[in-house]
């Protein structure tokens, strides 16, 4: 590994880790209707790099696949990629991104109307969904000050932290339980090894999640129907998903389909003090939950189940604690497995972005980018499913499926509209 022990910032810990082997970016890509001045938009994203010094930072490895956090290189920022194209297709954009250049990168699709696209890629070891959306969101506000101010403040931040960090700094240790007894199984000596690189490196890999988008009317009862039955949304739409699944499992028809779910929890708000959204890289816990799904009986109580395990697992301290048990299901040292379980990702609602009177964000998606995928050396889900919601509507995107990905989006739209009609029958 070519690297400077002065521009070292710190070794990556595990949960930072475990998304370099891939070189994976988790991306936020908005559809924007207006008249986009591109000076005004290079000018907030050089102020972005410069209030977030990490997003022009670099990340390599050494030989045994250690990586480590790398201040700026001597080479300019990279700064926006404009060309014109179709607004409605996400790209792989036209340079290459690379970690070991630069961990934010902005690329823009331009058209001669008046609609663009404009997709943030942050490196996944350096920000997760909170720290990827308040990146995006100082985007806009720099943006915004540009063209009603032609200037703007630049305030810069510290190098953000793992959740590691926070852990040791707030007293959390690691305790007996991981909080994945439920979806995990141990590994045999031979399913440890970390499986060789490919003679020819795989080219940069873009994925496009399929998604489910509920109308404002729908997205509004379903939360409605969480406040009048005490449960959580997090708990209705992770009981609709699982509901989803099992349906297009063989033999859903008669018993019931056991599954396995994890998901992360943003710790950010549940820690003492809170952490800032920038302030963490990836501060989310995971949380696990195994059931028999039985499609025929009610939503009501799966939901509850759901949301009840949470709680338990936080008011134990057990998701608070899992990021340190990280290392025996992630990487190298791994001696646990989560193959095939079911992956909810919630990422809340998204935040409405400050930008020009004569702008309009119409559209956002979640994309992912894998700057030189590998094979795995972790946990590999059966299905992926990213919720969150965008202008008060209820959005679930899927990731994998495979040849069944069609139907099991189509069962999703059923799940959630029957969830939906379930808050006005209650």
């Not at 025996?328 to 919630?346: E, K, M, Q």
């Not at 995928?373 to 495979?402: D, K």
Request: hydrophobic residues 40%; charged residues 20%; glycine residues 8%.
């Amino acid at each position: 590994m070519l690297r400077d022990e002065d521009d070292v910032v710190r070794v990556l810990a595990p949960s930072e880790e475990r998304f370099v082997r891939h070189g994976t970016y988790t991306g936020r890509s908005v559809s924007v209707v207006g008249d986009l001045d591109i000076d005004a938009l290079s000018a907030a994203f050089a102020a972005l790099q410069q209030a977030y010094p990490v997003a022009t930072c670099r990340i390599v490895e050494d030989a045994a696949g250690q990586g480590y956090l790398l201040r700026p290189g001597v080479q300019s920022p990279v700064g926006v990629w404009a060309n014109f194209g179709d607004p409605d297709t996400v790209r792989l954009p036209a340079e290459p991104i690379d970690p070991a250049l630069q961990l934010v990168y902005l690329d823009v699709v331009r058209t001669d109307t008046a609609r663009s696209r404009i997709t943030l890629f942050a490196h996944h070891s350096i920000a997760d969904a909170g720290h990827c959306v308040e990146l995006l969101a100082r985007l806009w506000d720099h943006y915004t000050d540009y063209v009603e101010y032609g200037t703007t403040t630049v305030v810069p931040h510290e190098y953000p932290q793992a959740l590691e960090w926070f852990a040791a700094a707030r007293g959390i240790s690691r305790s007996t339980p991981s909080g994945f007894e439920d979806v995990a199984r141990p590994l045999t000596p031979q399913e440890r090894s970390v499986p060789a690189d490919p003679a020819t490196p795989a080219p940069s890999a873009l994925v496009r999640p399929r998604r489910a988008v509920l109308d404002r009317a729908a997205t509004t009862r379903i939360v409605g129907l969480g406040r009048h039955q005490g449960i959580t949304v997090n708990g209705l739409v992770t009981a609709a998903l699982l509901r989803a699944y099992a349906s297009e499992k063989d033999g859903a028809a008669g018993d019931p389909v056991p599954l396995g779910c994890l998901y992360p929890v943003d710790m950010r708000s549940r820690l003492t003090p809170p952490a800032p959204a920038a302030a963490g890289t990836n501060m989310a816990g995971l949380a696990s939950f195994a059931a028999d799904i039985d499609v025929s009986a009610g939503i009501i109580e799966l939901a509850q189940r759901i949301s009840s395990r949470l709680h338990h697992d936080l008011a134990a301290g057990i998701t608070q604690q899992s990021v340190l048990h990280f290392p025996d299901f992630f990487g190298p040292a791994r001696v646990h497995s989560l193959a095939g379980h079911i992956a909810v990702t919630n990422t809340g609602v998204v935040p409405t972005f400050r930008v020009p009177a004569n702008l309009e964000l119409s559209d956002y998606e979640i994309v992912y980018l894998s700057a030189h995928p590998r094979p795995s050396a972790g946990a590999s889900a059966a299905v992926t499913f990213l919720v969150y919601t965008f202008a008060g509507r209820l959005t679930v995107g899927l990731l994998g499926g495979g040849p069944s990905a069609d139907r099991l989006l189509s069962a999703v739209r059923k799940e959630l509209t029957a969830l939906s009609e379930e808050a006005l029958d209650g």
